[in-house]
């Protein structure tokens, strides 16, 4: 055989190793490369459903701890108050529970009340109720993708359930960082429905339920991770992680496979590339090259090593021919991406990390929420042993946190009951709850070892896991020390304004009776003793001193119940009290209110003489107190207010000698007022007489003269003087006859009212007559009449005629002589005004009040002839008598207007005689 050249041979010889060796190498690579991006490709959806499920987790638990103490805390607060307002605060906390918490709705199902709920009603009608063991939450039947779900949690037998939306959770799986351009992460319900929203639509996935061996695999409870297809039937990479927190629902995290090799894809184009052009390149240059492309490939092939270990860093030789460079630059770039890979895988680390730390931060905010919160809190164990005693409850009972949960020594400080027995240690708040009963609001003493007493309130609840299994107490207290003094503060100061109270009532029943009596001396001694029965005892007696001195008569009784007032007249009508008695002559003599037992001398006789009729009510109604309340007149005791009490209402106290003075002084003052009210009504009587009597007599002498004058001043032959001297006589007797009339009406209006004669009237005809009468008298003024609507109606003539002609003429006396005097007279429907106005002084605001009374006059009228100040008074009297109302208005550049008004057919009944 022809042996081959040395060329050839050592051609040969480097060809084979080179191809072998590049061929073995480029596999070796992509093999390596291959199975690091897998793992890296598990690592990082494994790493994405862990982050899920822990910010699930920890989002979930947080919304239950804070359910969990809104629940405890709203309890405490508003279970001591009343049934209707712990109903309101319950509603209101959980109102304000379910607007800070961002909720749709929330209901609460309390063990003594009415469900209450606020915010959107569930959809489903299903009633609250505990869930099973390990599930916090339920998701309400689904609406597309907003979905609903439900936090429940419970405290006993109170079972409080919050709805939340969707949308928060939603955030957290819509973040895909880490999982590529093509990697998605989302929930779903035990039925392997979506809860969350799909990255992917359009594949009916709304209607229907998943079905993939991964979903199946993880809503039978396993967590895991591996390679298969998903809803789209896609090639991805599953990492799944079951929820038993939400009834049993999966986290799922993919990502699809021709993304997550597309390195090691590539990286395989590229190294066979690179072989290719590596053998063709060493067939022609292999001699040249020998020695270089070995070197090369050598430092390649540690390099596939170190990458296939997991040594990203390492540096990637570029030297050698091109081919090996291209090579050794593929490589470089594998391990970027490798190493990019593994700073995301980091990343994620380092959130997880930072979750674990929030959370112990949170544990240790609950542990110093714990230890400097006001009230006390103390656990126990199952066994009834003390395992938390925080600061409140060291300074509530006087011993330290290690004192107290030791079990080998005996607590220092000793528990008693309200009213002062010691209380076992069975029955403490604390020990009870560990047996299973809830204590509420209990209250209990403590004596703390430096002798100080301590009162506390508080709350024990038992504690259970999630399955009922129970795991201690806890006992929530406060110090009600200084509240407790205020309570028996505030009794006592109730208790004085309950006195107060029944003095201010009493004296304003007595102030209104005696302003309502008629004030006379009999009717206030009736009204001062009905008062005192309704208001300070049950039975009141007015004794009168008699004619003789010697006893005090029974006069008035009254008593509170009909019964009790039909039995005393029985026997203190009939026996009579004697001035000389003890008691009785003390308080006559003192004419001090005088507190006095039933027993008393002279008070017990009322009792021991009893006659026989009265002997059953006497036995019934047993006096417990008695009150002597003397009142005299000037110069002379008229009596005794005599006060009975009985049982069971306690007898009289130094406390109600007050009252007693201010009620005999109001009594004696309404005496005095009745003496002297009877005295000025003699008066006015005298003086009413008198003016009727005089004006009667002297009418008619001034009538004569005033005819007389009348017909001489009609004779021709009479002189200037004749004349101008009988004028001043006729004048003279007119305003006396004026004069006369309105002392007559003063006296008739005061006595009984002005008397009106009504007829049919048409108050236009008769207004304008006397306008011009008045007119004729005063020719030198201008007086402007007007008149509107229909005046007529039922009515007195002479005494309209009066009104119209006083008015009238007090605004010709009161006004400037230039000025206009301006009267009009208007038909409404159902009344006539009549206005007269008049320019000048307005009236003094002072004098606007008093204008209408009697015997006034204002300053404008003080030199008026004829006048005695009655005008104004009729006038009114007349408009009253008809029904009607005057009324005046006077101001600074208006002038002064009176208006009347006087309805038409409207009548008031006559006055009283």
Excluded at 420 to 439: H, I, N
């Amino acid at each position: 055989m022809r042996s081959l050249s040395f060329r050839s041979l050592f051609l040969l010889l480097m060809v084979t190793p080179v191809v072998v060796a590049t061929g073995l190498l480029g596999w070796l690579s992509y093999r390596a490369a291959y199975e690091v991006v897998a793992q890296d490709a598990t690592r990082a959806v494994e790493i994405a459903a862990n982050a899920r499920e822990q910010a699930l987790r920890v989002r979930l638990s947080r919304q239950r701890e804070r359910a969990y103490g809104f629940l405890n805390l709203s309890r405490v607060r508003c279970a001591p108050m009343p049934e209707r307002e712990r109903t309101r605060c319950f509603w209101d906390a959980l109102a304000d529970f379910a607007f800070t918490e961002t909720a749709l709705g929330a209901r609460l199902q309390l063990s003594h009340g009415e469900p209450l709920r606020v915010g959107t009603p569930p959809e489903d009608p299903v009633p609250l109720a505990r869930l099973p063991p390990g599930q916090w939450v339920r998701f309400e039947p689904r609406s597309g993708f907003e979905r609903v779900y439900e936090l429940i949690v419970h405290s006993g037998d109170d079972l409080l359930g919050i709805r939340f939306g969707l949308g928060p959770i939603n955030d957290i799986f819509q973040e895909r960082y880490g999982l590529g351009s093509s990697g998605e992460t989302f929930l779903v319900d035990p039925e392997g429905f979506f809860l969350t929203m799909p990255r992917y639509s359009g594949y009916g996935v709304e209607s229907h339920p998943l079905d993939s061996r991964p979903l199946g695999l993880c809503l039978e409870g396993r967590d895991g991770e591996m390679a298969g297809v998903d809803y789209r039937g896609v090639q991805v990479i599953h990492a799944f992680r079951y929820v038993e927190e939400i009834g049993g629902g999966c986290i799922m995290a993919h990502i699809e496979q021709s993304e997550a090799f597309a390195p090691a894809y590539r990286l395989r184009l590229r190294v066979a590339q690179a072989s290719a052009a590596l053998v063709s390149l060493t067939v022609g240059l292999s001699f040249l090259f020998a020695r270089r492309l070995s070197r090369p490939v050598h430092n390649l092939t540690r390099t596939a090593r170190a990458l296939q270990a997991g040594d990203f860093d390492v540096a990637v030789p570029a030297e050698g021919p091109g081919e090996l460079k291209t090579f050794a630059t593929t490589f470089a770039r594998m391990a970027r991406s490798l190493q990019a890979s593994t700073d995301e895988r980091n990343q994620l680390l380092v959130r997880e990390t930072e979750a674990r730390q929030e959370a112990e931060s949170q544990k240790a905010l609950l542990r110093l929420i714990i230890e400097q919160s006001g009230e006390g809190l103390i656990m126990a164990d199952t066994q009834g042993i003390v395992r938390l005693f925080n600061a409140a409850a060291e300074r509530h009972h006087g011993v330290s946190a290690e004192q107290a949960t030791a079990p080998e020594q005996a607590p220092t400080f000793r528990l008693f009951t309200v009213d002062g027995r010691v209380m076992p240690l069975e029955e403490t708040p604390l020990q009870r709850a560990v047996r299973g009963e809830v204590v509420a609001n209990a209250r209990w003493r403590v004596l703390r070892p430096d002798g100080q007493w301590r009162t506390l309130e508080g709350t024990a609840s038992p504690l259970r896991q999630p399955d009922g299994t129970p795991v201690g107490a806890v006992l929530i207290a406060h110090d009600v020390t200084q509240q407790q003094q205020a309570e028996a503060d505030r009794e006592r100061l109730v208790h004085e304004l309950k006195m107060e109270r029944t003095r201010l009532v009493a004296l304003a029943g007595l102030s209104r009776a005696l302003a309502e009596s008629r004030l006379s001396l009999e009717s206030i001694l009736d009204t001062t003793c009905r008062q005192l029965a309704e208001h300070v005892g049950d039975v009141c007696c007015w004794r009168k001193v008699s004619v003789d001195g010697g006893l005090l008569e029974a006069r008035v009784i009254h008593g509170r119940d009909p019964e009790l007032e039909a039995s005393a007249r029985q026997f203190l009508m009939e026996v009579p009290l004697r001035t000389r008695d003890e008691e009785p002559a003390r308080a006559l003599a003192s004419g001090e209110p005088l507190l006095v037992s039933p027993r008393a001398p002279g008070v017990q006789d009322i009792f021991l003489a009893v006659p026989p009729k009265g002997v059953a009510a006497l036995e019934r109604w047993r006096p417990s107190g008695a009150a002597l309340l003397p009142l005299r007149a000037p110069g002379r005791p008229l009596g005794l207010m005599v006060l009975y009490r009985f049982e069971p209402n306690p007898a009289y106290t130094e406390d109600d000698l007050v009252l007693f003075r201010e009620l005999v002084d109001r009594t004696a003052l309404a005496i005095e007022n009745a003496r002297l009210f009877q005295q000025e009504q003699q008066a006015v009587r005298i003086r009413d007489d008198l003016v009727a009597v005089v004006s009667h007599d002297l009418r008619n002498p001034i009538s004569a003269i005033s005819m007389s004058a009348s017909v001489m001043l009609k004779r021709n032959e009479l002189t200037d003087w004749q004349a101008k001297g009988l004028s001043r006589i006729y004048s003279a007797a007119d305003r006396a006859l004026r004069m006369i009339r309105d002392l007559l009406d003063s006296t008739q209006a005061r006595v009984g009212g002005i008397p009106v004669s009504p007829r049919p009237l048409d108050l236009h005809g008769l207004a304008r007559h006397v306008v011009e009468e008045v007119q004729l008298a005063h020719p030198e003024r201008h007086i402007l009449f007007q008149a509107s609507g229909d005046a007529h109606g039922v009515w007195d003539a002479d005494r309209m005629a009066q009104v119209i002609t006083n008015l009238v003429g007090n605004a010709v006396q009161h006004s400037p002589a230039d000025s206009v005097v301006r009267v009009e007279m208007r038909g409404l429907e159902t009344e006539v005004q009549l206005s007269v106005h008049n320019e000048g002084t307005p009236i003094v605001a002072e004098e606007l009040s008093t204008l209408f009374e009697p015997f006034r006059r204002g300053r404008g009228a003080a030199g008026a002839p004829g006048s005695v100040g009655l005008g104004l008074f009729i006038t009114r009297q007349i408009v009253e008598a008809h029904g009607g109302v005057i009324e005046v208005r006077s101001q600074e550049g208006e002038g002064t207007l009176f208006r009347a008004r006087f309805p038409r057919d409207r009548m008031p009944p006559p006055p009283a005689v």
